[in-house]
């Protein structure tokens, strides 16, 4: 059966999509940039060079592999689907039997995560808030709390410009953050704090141990739909001790350029396609335009007022310096 075809935004595009996403994507109009289409038969190879494979096994397979095809990049997830991309085009080829909600929830992280690499936009694994006009990032590796932290700015009518996957755009003077879409992923414990009960939101899959939090009216805080200038990018470090010190501390932009490219959302897949040489110049732009500090606080929530805090009067040094 055909779906009908909508538009949404993401990251500045208009696409145009037969998908049935659960995940409230912002409507659009306006001609349509880009694709996200169902594929009904598997794509056409030449000679199919291998070029990444992920350490991660599942069912004694990688959980991602991807090739070159006919139809441009093929992302290969062997439980689930496969992924034609290009410049213009993201198709789904869904596996007999395969899981269908793995299918939004893998083209919202890593599918689109290398599609804005291959356009030349950094993507970064982030969330991002609007402070005063301006975007505040919080990056991490793993573990850091940048979705809580995001939350936490929100709840304090903060706007919201994304989560998880961050898409940094460059001029010769200032980086922008494009908006995602108005959703934030919270576990359960965390999602009380926002909303409560937890346990009636949606979880981000079954097998996930997540919550969807809807931003805006029926959730916390609101979305921004615009590409903004970002102030700050944040390394959020969590420290699991009561006796932690609440401090921040600037990188040289040596030291920010190493800590970005460890922040990329498709990290390990950037180098073997190709596409290391021209993000590390677009990191290292990004280094120069933009402060970069690292953040460590004690872990709890308890202590989130006091980031919230220290965060604000970072950020306001520097508009009280002009």
Known sequence: MTLPLRKFTLYGFVWETDYPFVSPLTPAAGSTQVEFVRGYTQ????????????????????????????DGLLLRYPSFAAFTVSLRRIQYIPKPGGDPQLIELHFLGAVTALWLELNGLPALHASAVVVNGRAVVFMEHSGGGKSTLAATFLQRRHALLTDDVLAVSLDQHRAFARPGYPQLRLSSKVADRFLNPAEALP????????????????????????????????LPDRVVDDNATLGIRRLAPSEAVIELARGSFAARSIEPLGLQPGRLAALAQLAESVTVCRLTYPSGMCYLGQVYEEVMQDVCSDSNSD
């Open 203 to 234: 979880c981000v899959h079954p097998k996930v141990r997540k919550r969807r939090i809807p931003v805006g009216e029926e959730g916390i805080g609101r979305f921004c739909t615009l590409a903004t200038p970002i102030s700050r990018i944040y």
């Open 43 to 70: 794509p056409a190879f030449g000679n199919p060079t291998r070029r990444y494979v992920s350490d991660l096994i599942l069912c004694n397979q990688p959980l991602l592999d991807i090739q070159d095809s006919a």
